[in-house]
């Protein structure tokens, strides 16, 4: 067991508190100290219902948010690498509902009614949204590999022009919000021809609002662009966003097209691998964040529920015990700006801890002010010394919960092997070219540094540093690197350089300004003929000793 539960930061203490693990220690906080607040000051009807224990202990989930026609359920069939019921695909708005692509050991379909009853799935609150939504609502089962390290959601085609003007019958906007504070992943996508953001969009943008860590945006279809239009439609791309998100941080985004067909334009097939491989890290690393994202929600949800907490006890002290109770309450939802700068002052709460105040000017108009609770400070308390004592427990129980036992990352479908064989990324370029040839491939080009080498006056065979130096410089690589190349070609770290050495390091600045990373250790295959060991050599001379 772990050293800290003997005290009052976690494990047993003196609730009688026990966690095993740390997903059964952010639900029994929850339970115990943030649920009694909520259900106190009717958090879960102005905010977000209850959690439950599926919502602890569910896959990490990726949520997937775009025009129709923007690839979103062919990219989930670019990563599962095969179809899944459901699965539909077309130029037209083709996915009119939410289907969660969920592992389960038999393929086939759960429809929204029956799904949102089932206690292991983390949707039994959708229920609220109505037969509207839940008719609109399936979750896909197959045995994939992908599906057993994360699940996916994938959600009806944002509509623009006239379409979008057609009532759902649910609140959109409401479910997406929903969806984001619950999964781990928010990818936007969008097509690069079809950059526009309709209204409907930028609603359900706005709906990620405090998500803003969770979103990643990816430009599809990139490849039926050349060069010069990919530049502008990206430069496109982020000022359209930038209307809407409005932080000061840059989002990701990620070029590429993800499905399996031929690229049209392969002149920047290149950087449409390296961009594929670093949407697949990110992904792959969501079930080894899983557990700090789920604290990290649960402290952004306790941070709310006092701020409310403040509100409502706030609106309850300032209401007239008899007479005049409607034109008050009137008054304070006007006033209600003017009330959070109070409370921000009074309880030393950050501005951005606050609800939006449109929202809640809404929201209040459908409730009693006299029959809201007064301020029960033990509430309010119990959840500060939560955040102050046993959050930096969990921390720690995280942390030895991974050492000991890493979460395992994402695998199978299009993520197996993407990083191995000779279709890898990288593969046989730049530091790794030659790797699986039998020549030495700094000898293609020896001939033209045996010239410059022989021009620097080698006494012995051999250049030092100083004159050496002058001709590495010419390449206008910082001092930095150069020291690095230095060691990396001075094999015998004599501070000299022979003419094998002096054409490594020309290769090695080669290999640089060709924009690829140097690596820490010479690779074997670079090691130049005269410096490898002879292994057999070596071999005998160690038996003629003994």
Same mark, same amino acid.
Request: proline share 5%; aromatic share 10%.
């Given at each position: 067991?772990? +050293? /800290?539960?003997?005290?009052?930061?976690?494990?047993?203490?003196?609730?009688?508190?026990?966690?095993?693990?740390?997903?059964?220690?952010?639900?029994?906080?929850?339970?115990?100290? %943030?649920?009694? !607040?909520?259900?106190?000051?009717?958090?879960?009807?102005?905010?977000?219902?209850?959690?439950?224990?599926?919502?602890?202990?569910?896959?990490?989930?990726?949520?997937?948010?775009?025009?129709? +026609?923007?690839?979103?359920?062919?990219?989930?069939?670019?990563?599962?690498?095969?179809?899944?019921?459901?699965?539909?695909?077309?130029?037209?708005?083709?996915?009119?509902?939410?289907?969660?692509?969920?592992?389960?050991?038999?393929?086939?379909?759960?429809?929204?009614?029956?799904?949102?009853?089932?206690?292991?799935?983390?949707?039994?609150?959708?229920?609220?949204?109505?037969?509207?939504?839940?008719?609109?609502?399936? #979750? @896909?089962?197959?045995?994939?590999?992908?599906?057993?390290?994360?699940?996916?959601?994938?959600?009806?085609?944002?509509? $623009?022009?006239?379409?979008?003007?057609? &009532?759902?019958?649910?609140?959109?906007?409401?479910?997406?919000?929903?969806?984001?504070?619950?999964?781990?992943? %928010?990818?936007?996508?969008?097509?690069?021809?079809?950059?526009?953001? $309709?209204?409907?969009? +930028?609603?359900?943008?706005?709906?990620?609002?405090?998500?803003?860590?969770?979103?990643?945006?990816?430009?599809?279809?990139?490849?039926?662009?050349?060069?010069?239009?990919?530049?502008?439609?990206?430069?496109?791309?982020? /000022?359209?966003?930038?209307?809407?998100?409005?932080?000061?941080?840059?989002?990701?985004?990620?070029?590429? @097209?993800?499905? $399996?067909?031929?690229?049209?334009?392969?002149?920047?097939?290149?950087?449409? =691998?390296?961009?594929?491989?670093?949407?697949?890290?990110? %992904?792959?690393?969501?079930?080894?964040?899983?557990?700090?994202?789920?604290?990290?929600?649960?402290?952004?949800?306790?941070? !709310?529920?006092?701020?409310?907490?403040?509100?409502?006890?706030?609106?309850?002290?300032?209401?007239? +015990?008899?007479?005049?109770?409607?034109?008050?309450?009137?008054?304070?939802?006007?006033?209600?700006?003017?009330?959070?700068?109070?409370?921000?002052? =009074?309880?030393?709460?950050?501005?951005?801890?606050?609800?939006?105040?449109?929202?809640?000017?809404?929201?209040?108009?459908?409730?009693?002010?006299?029959?809201?609770?007064?301020?029960?400070?033990?509430?309010?308390?119990?959840?500060?010394?939560?955040?102050?004592?046993?959050?930096?427990? *969990?921390?720690?129980?995280?942390?030895?919960?991974?050492?000991?036992?890493?979460?395992?990352?994402?695998?199978?479908?299009?993520?197996?092997? @993407?990083?191995?064989?000779?279709?890898?990324?990288?593969?046989?370029?730049?530091?790794?070219?030659? $790797?699986? #040839?039998?020549? /030495?491939?700094?000898?293609?080009?020896?001939?033209?540094?045996?010239?410059?080498?022989?021009? *620097?006056?080698? %006494?012995?065979?051999?250049?030092?540093?100083?004159?050496?130096?002058? =001709?590495?410089? &010419?390449?206008?690589?910082?001092?930095?690197?150069?020291?690095?190349? /230095?060691?990396?070609?001075? #094999?015998?770290?004599?501070?000299?350089?022979?003419?094998?050495?002096?054409?490594?390091?020309?290769? !090695?600045?080669?290999?640089?300004?060709?924009?690829?990373?140097?690596?820490?250790?010479?690779?074997?295959?670079?090691?130049?003929?005269?410096?490898?060991?002879?292994?057999?050599?070596?071999?005998?001379?160690?038996?003629?000793?003994?």
């Amino acid at each position: 067991m772990f +050293s /800290w539960v003997n005290n009052e930061q976690g494990g047993r203490n003196k609730d009688g508190e026990m966690y095993q693990t740390v997903t059964e220690g952010l639900q029994q906080l929850y339970t115990k100290k %943030i649920l009694p !607040l909520e259900e106190t000051y009717l958090f879960h009807d102005f905010h977000s219902p209850a959690l439950e224990a599926a919502d602890f202990q569910s896959k990490p989930m990726v949520l997937l948010v775009g025009q129709y +026609s923007t690839g979103k359920t062919t990219f989930i069939r670019y990563l599962l690498e095969q179809d899944f019921p459901g699965m539909r695909i077309g130029p037209e708005p083709t996915t009119d509902g939410f289907i969660a692509v969920m592992y389960g050991e038999n393929e086939g379909v759960v429809p929204g009614n029956a799904l949102v009853v089932d206690p292991k799935k983390p949707f039994r609150k959708l229920n609220a949204f109505g037969n509207s939504f839940l008719n609109r609502l399936i #979750c @896909s089962q197959i045995p994939n590999q992908v599906l057993r390290g994360i699940s996916i959601i994938d959600t009806p085609g944002i509509l $623009s022009g006239e379409k979008q003007r057609i &009532s759902r019958g649910y609140d959109f906007s409401e479910v997406l919000r929903w969806f984001g504070e619950r999964v781990d992943r %928010i990818i936007l996508l969008f097509d690069a021809h079809k950059l526009d953001i $309709s209204d409907e969009f +930028s609603e359900a943008i706005k709906a990620f609002r405090g998500q803003d860590d969770k979103i990643r945006v990816v430009l599809n279809k990139a490849d039926q662009v050349d060069s010069q239009q990919l530049m502008r439609v990206y430069g496109a791309l982020m /000022w359209s966003l930038g209307k809407v998100i409005n932080t000061p941080e840059v989002v990701r985004v990620y070029l590429g @097209s993800f499905w $399996s067909k031929p690229l049209r334009n392969t002149e920047n097939r290149r950087l449409f =691998e390296a961009e594929t491989q670093d949407l697949f890290k990110d %992904i792959q690393g969501l079930p080894r964040n899983a557990a700090l994202r789920k604290l990290n929600d649960l402290i952004k949800r306790a941070r !709310l529920a006092k701020v409310h907490a403040y509100i409502i006890s706030y609106l309850k002290k300032e209401m007239p +015990s008899l007479f005049g109770k409607e034109k008050k309450k009137e008054e304070l939802i006007m006033r209600l700006p003017e009330i959070y700068t109070i409370l921000q002052r =009074e309880h030393h709460i950050s501005a951005g801890d606050f609800p939006n105040v449109v929202k809640m000017q809404e929201q209040l108009q459908h409730y009693d002010f006299s029959k809201f609770p007064s301020l029960k400070m033990k509430l309010i308390e119990s959840v500060d010394k939560m955040l102050a004592n046993k959050i930096s427990g *969990l921390m720690t129980m995280i942390r030895d919960e991974e050492s000991k036992a890493p979460p395992a990352m994402v695998s199978g479908g299009a993520f197996e092997g @993407s990083q191995d064989g000779p279709f890898g990324q990288g593969y046989g370029e730049g530091i790794s070219a030659g $790797s699986d #040839c039998d020549d /030495w491939i700094v000898s293609h080009d020896k001939h033209k540094y045996d010239e410059i080498f022989y021009s *620097l006056n080698p %006494i012995n065979g051999k250049i030092s540093g100083v004159n050496a130096k002058k =001709e590495m410089m &010419s390449s206008r690589l910082p001092n930095t690197v150069l020291g690095k190349i /230095w060691k990396l070609a001075d #094999c015998d770290k004599d501070g000299m350089l022979d003419d094998e050495e002096f054409a490594l390091a020309q290769h !090695l600045i080669k290999v640089k300004l060709e924009g690829y990373e140097l690596p820490t250790e010479l690779p074997q295959h670079l090691v130049p003929p005269a410096h490898r060991k002879n292994e057999v050599a070596d071999i005998l001379y160690n038996h003629d000793a003994d």
